[in-house]
């Protein structure tokens, strides 16, 4: 008897835990798959339902827009990595039916789209219709960006994402807009209080994280999967952009409280210095852009953008770092054909590097070149009557983009410690002596230079 | 289990039947039986593992978004309470005071007007609020002891919807010019008094238009050199339902700004009629290829919404508009300016003032300008307005003809709408254009290299208080270059409040300008009006015209022959560059712009009269003396006596920023 009802418990039990079991993996399934589909495709049963529901999103978002007539582009990561595979076939056959649904069916929670603003009209009419036609949306604005600077203007916010849910699929509308530096800008995806926090999974979005800055695309009309589709010319290229796209703002409202504090030279000396830093600048990043050499702002280039949000107009030079594995020969020629002749070169290219251009009116040019160890960068300094050696050494760092006098230019990301390296805690305080050698809070002695290594890394025109 | 089966029906039965084989054949096979109890053991053991594996992903995805919504994506003003809407409260206490110095009203116990200035406010206060909310509308003051005034108020009541509660209070003086029509207004709204009003009476009135009295005191003025005594009115006012303040127009997106706005703010006549609302968006005619369709507009504003309305109504119904591209700067934080730019759906941003006086003018030039080439870095032109200008029909035609004159022609500064000289009796060809060595500001284009590279660097800083036109019009600034205007100005200056500006200054100088109301008018010879083409047109026209008898008074309408349509030219003594002696006499006896020199370019100056072109050279500083026939002498006008010249120069400077 007690055998019996042992087994028959076990029986029971191993029964309901088969049971649920099987309820446990059917709902494991639906959950990832609604959470994470991508990353667990292996347990995807059938999923050309799905596949088909993300086209037919796609197909109906692109109806809805072009409906409208507003012109949006492909961005999405995901799908432009599988079309640059096979870019060339399908630039060659721009209207071919395709087989099979080989990009928008691809597994993934979004399909990106990009549009640039000044080519709508704001239309309240597109929202109407996209309920119409089952989409949820959703409309992330946030302020304007163009107009922080030295004026304190406040105007309406403006839209940077909308979210059009519909079924399980949703589209990421990312919203472009054109800034002084000739470049597109999109903002951060920043949700209000009131928001439906749960609407998508925000965190997976491409895009939104943080602002970046793009160069302005040049865009191609292409067919796949049987969608008519604008799409980036060269998806690659736009691909690597993206990997580094983070913009940083200036801290226009810091830079406001310093010129509170200190206020602003207004001489026509310092107008014309500001100018002429300017057009070098102007002139050096078009050189440097040219030559496809990564270039950011450097010490106190960085600093004035850094603290004033413009050039520091006792500065007397401008300055540009440069990661030594991007140097390049042609940059000495470049820089000459453009009009700026070599001023000095001291170091060599394994050793301590810098260069430095004549501008207009003794304005200077200055390009230091980084050097990257394990823990740190450093760059290296060197004086041309005793040979010395300095370094000068920064924390790592990653590069963003930024607008500055209307340009599109590289700074540190981590510019509070990399300003902080250079010019220690006091930078805030405006310092008109200053000695390269001695002044910055990093330097440090690097030993002389061999005497017979002169002739070579220490050049002065 | 075997005692388990009390009523075996046949089911059970062979269930029965099924187990007990299966059971045997168990207890028969020890092994099988083992393995089953393992394999139910595993199936456990597995259930338990996928079950806390599914516990721990679900608590990490949950974590995640949690973490994301705290960290990544939230906006930073998380903590800002919002504003909690007042409870609806029925009943609204209003609080009304009158007196000599001091008026006040309170709604609730909030103050809604409070005016103790001296030597300011004099007159009756008007505030209208909604009915259902009690927000306040409109806020006006008429100074009925000036001549008009009560004019203004009639115009003003009358534009009040009718519902709207309207509270009335005096400070001062307010019946020395009110009126019969104004008093029967007064009456018509309820007032008892209002017929009665004289000198010096105190008078407080609140009631609803064309509906109730909520309350009326009044003190009478015991003699012409006293004051009635300070009254305070308090009563209460009975809220009406929303639905009923409103209108009901059809719900579209325009009849919801319309709403949003009619709700707010009041004084804009029909555009809140609910019958026959006029109507907020224009559609103006296109125009064929608009070569101005892509400039920015900024139009530079400050807190005077009715001109703002005004001015974005004929802006709207310029042919060739593009609203997207036009961004109305406010100087201040100001709300009825805003909802005026947010009824015509069109973009604004505030500006936190800087500096004061002209200063602060000069910074928010430079603030507005500044944004619009950020808002619009595409932009090569920037077109600039301001809030107290009507625009011509023709105005984008005019700039859409002109404007590559300004993109190739670097000897010129901007182009311009309006001419200084242009007056009803001294403009006359819709399609003529001038290159004039003034900067005359009032509607204009900036060419964005202009302002990036050389002004907004130097642009003056607040501490300097300078007017921004004049800074432009200095030879540091200006370097020679000239600016185009046509002939009969394509805006209209209709501001008479302002910082520079007041009503007998408005009527000498404004009032009677010349305002193209031609549509699609074809501008005559644009080439003619580069550098040198100009010179070789003007040396063409000198050639020309017939020279006007010299003996003759210049003043006298007798000096130009009565003719029509034929080229006159006179000559005037100008020993140099610099001198404009006789000009400024005779600018003043034309009664033409004689504040300071406007108008000239190399001594030469071109007008109308009586519809005959009429030429002014200054011989011998003009490089055109050369045509003066050596019989003739240049005309010399004497300077008015010196304490005449002391009373001029005020009104110079007064009339510098207009």
């Known amino acids: 008897m007690q ?160 979210i059009f849910k519909l079924a399980s699929h949703a589209i990421h509308l990312v919203v472009f807009y054109e800034r002084s530096g000739n470049f ?30 793009y160069e302005k695309p040049e865009l191609l009309l292409v067919s796949i999967d049987d969608l008519k589709v604008q799409i980036p010319k060269n998806p690659s290229s736009f691909l690597e952009e993206m990997s580094h796209s983070r913009f940083l703002e200036c801290r226009y409202r810091e830079a406001r409280a310093f010129f509170q504090l200190y206020p602003d030279d207004a001489s026509v000396d310092a107008v014309e210095f500001r100018k002429k830093a300017k057009s070098l600048l102007h002139l050096a990043a078009l050189t440097l852009n040219n030559l496809g050499v990564k270039f950011w702002l450097s010490s106190g280039t960085c600093l004035g953008w850094y603290r004033q949000c413009n050039v520091i107009p006792h500065s007397k030079d401008v300055d540009l770092g440069i990661f030594i594995r991007d140097y390049k020969a042609d940059i000495i020629p470049a820089f000459q054909k453009a009009g700026l002749p070599l001023k000095h070169k001291f170091g060599k290219v394994e050793d301590s590097l810098e260069l430095s251009f004549q501008g207009e009116d003794d304005v200077k040019l200055d390009i230091f070149f980084f050097y990257e160890e394990d823990d740190h960068i450093w760059n290296g300094g060197t004086q041309a009557k005793s040979g010395k050696k300095f370094k000068y050494l920064f924390p790592k760092f990653t590069l963003c983009w930024t607008e500055f006098v209307e340009l599109k230019v590289h700074v540190p990301c981590e510019t509070l410690q990399y300003v902080e390296a250079n010019y220690g805690p006091e930078w805030k305080v405006p310092v008109k002596t200053w000695d390269w050698k001695s002044s910055p809070s990093n330097v440090q002695d690097n030993g002389v230079w061999p005497i017979d290594e002169w002739d070579n890394v220490i050049q002065i025109y | 289990m075997e005692e388990w089966k009390p009523n075996p029906p046949v089911k059970p039965h062979k269930k029965r039947s099924w187990y007990l084989a299966w059971k045997y054949k168990l207890m ?45 994506y939230d906006d930073e003003m998380l903590n800002v309470e919002v504003p909690r809407h007042p409870v609806n409260k029925k009943v609204l206490d209003v609080e009304v005071y009158s007196s000599r110095s001091k008026v006040y009203v309170a709604v609730d116990g909030t103050t809604v007007l409070e005016d103790e200035a001296r030597e300011q406010g004099r007159g009756i206060h008007v505030i209208v609020l909604n009915q259902a909310t009690g927000h306040v509308m409109a806020k006006r003051v008429f100074d009925t002891y000036s001549p008009h005034e009560d004019e203004a108020m009639v115009l003003f009541l009358n534009m009040v919807a009718r519902g709207r509660i309207l509270i009335f209070t005096i400070k001062d003086e307010g019946s020395f010019h009110l009126k019969e029509t104004a008093k029967n207004v007064l009456k018509s709204l309820g007032s008892q008094v209002a017929p009665f009003l004289s000198w010096r009476d105190m008078w407080t009135f609140v009631g609803k238009k064309g509906g109730e009295v909520y309350g009326e005191k009044h003190a009478k003025s015991p003699a012409l050199s006293t004051w009635g005594d300070p009254v305070l009115l308090k009563t209460e006012v009975h ?96 709300e009825e300016p805003m909802d005026v730019v947010e009824l015509f759906g069109l973009s604004g941003i505030q500006h936190t003032p800087i500096s004061i006086k002209n200063a602060r003018v000069s910074q928010h030039y430079k603030a507005s300008l500044t944004a619009t080439f950020n808002l619009f870095p595409d932009a090569k032109f920037a077109v600039v307005l301001e809030e107290d200008l009507d625009i011509s029909v023709d105005f984008f035609s005019f700039l859409s003809q002109s404007i590559h004159l300004l993109e190739e022609d670097e000897s010129l500064y901007c182009i311009s709408a309006w001419n200084d000289q242009g007056y009803e009796h001294t403009a006359e060809d819709p399609s003529l254009l001038y290159r004039v060595e003034t900067m ?86 644009v080439e003619s009006l580069r550098k040198d083409n100009y010179e070789t047109e003007i040396h063409r026209l000198l050639g020309e015209a017939e020279v006007l008898d010299h003996s003759k008074n210049p003043c006298e309408d007798s000096f130009v022959p009565d003719t029509e349509g034929r080229v006159y030219v006179m000559f005037i003594r100008m020993e140099q560059e610099a001198d404009f002696t006789t000009w400024s006499q005779l600018a003043k006896c034309l009664h033409i712009w004689d504040l300071d020199v406007r108008g000239n370019h190399k001594g030469l100056w071109r007008l109308f009269r009586k519809k005959n072109h009429f030429l002014v050279v200054g011989v011998p500083a003009s490089p055109y003396s050369s045509k003066k026939p050596s019989s003739v002498t240049p005309i010399y006008m004497e300077p008015p006596a010196k304490e005449e010249g002391a009373v001029a120069v005020p009104a110079v400077a007064a009339a510098e920023q207009t």
């Open chain 1, 184 to 213: 597109l800008w999109h903002g951060p995806l920043r949700l209000k209080q009131h928001m439906d926090r749960k609407f998508v999974p925000f965190r997976k979005l491409h895009f939104g994280r943080y602002p970046g800055a």
């Open chain 2, 28 to 72: 028969n096979q020890r092994a099988l039986r083992k393995l089953c109890q393992t394999g139910a053991v595993l199936f456990l053991l597995v259930t338990v593992i996928v079950n806390i594996k599914l516990i721990l992903d679900t608590r990490r995805a949950a974590y995640e978004e949690e973490e994301e919504s705290a960290q990544d």
């Open chain 2, 239 to 334: 809220l009406t339902s929303v639905e009923d303040a409103e209108c009901h127009w059809p719900d579209t997106e325009l009849n919801r700004r319309r709403k949003r706005f009619c709700s707010k703010v009041e004084g804009y006549g029909s555009v809140c009629s609910c019958k026959d609302p006029t109507p907020i968006e224009f559609n103006p005619d296109p125009l064929k290829d608009n070569k101005v369709f892509d400039v920015p507009v900024a139009v530079i504003a400050g807190n005077r919404p009715n001109y703002l309305y005004r001015m974005l109504r004929s802006l709207l119904s310029a042919q060739g508009v593009n609203p997207q591209m036009i961004t109305v700067f406010i100087d201040g934080y100001y």
């Open chain 2, 440 to 525: 005359p500001g009032l509607g204009w284009v900036l060419r964005k290299s202009l302002y990036k590279d050389e002004l907004e660097p130097k642009w003056p800083t607040p501490e300097k208080l300078w007017d921004w036109d004049m800074w432009m019009r200095m030879p540091e600034q200006r370097k020679g270059r000239e600016c185009i205007i046509p002939d009969i100005s394509r805006s209209y200056h209709f501001g008479i409040v302002g910082l520079n500006m007041n009503g007998y200054f408005h009527e000498a100088y404004f009032k009677k300008h010349k305002f193209n109301t031609v549509p699609n008018v074809q501008l005559k010879n």
């Open chain 1, 3 to 162: 055998k019996i009802n042992r087994n028959v418990v076990l029986a029971l039990l191993s029964l309901t835990s088969l049971v649920f079991l099987l309820f446990q993996l059917c709902y494991y399934k639906f959950y990832l798959s609604q959470k994470n589909g991508a990353a667990f495709s292996k347990v995807r049963g059938s999923q050309s339902g799905q596949d088909s529901t993300r086209w037919h999103v796609v197909r109906k978002f692109l109806g809805l827009i072009s409906s409208h007539n507003i012109p949006v582009y492909l961005i999405d990561p995901l799908i432009l990595g599988l079309v640059d595979k096979d870019i060339e076939q399908i630039r060659s056959s721009p209207d071919g039916p395709s087989p099979e649904c080989k990009y928008f069916c691809a597994p993934r929670d979004f399909t990106t789209f990009a549009l640039l603003d000044k080519t709508w009209k704001h239309d309240v009419g597109l929202f109407r219709t996209a309920e119409k036609m089952g989409f949820q949306w959703l409309k992330i604005i946030n302020k304007d960006p163009r107009l922080d600077g030295m004026d304190d203007l406040s105007g309406m916010e403006i839209p940077l994402h909308y």
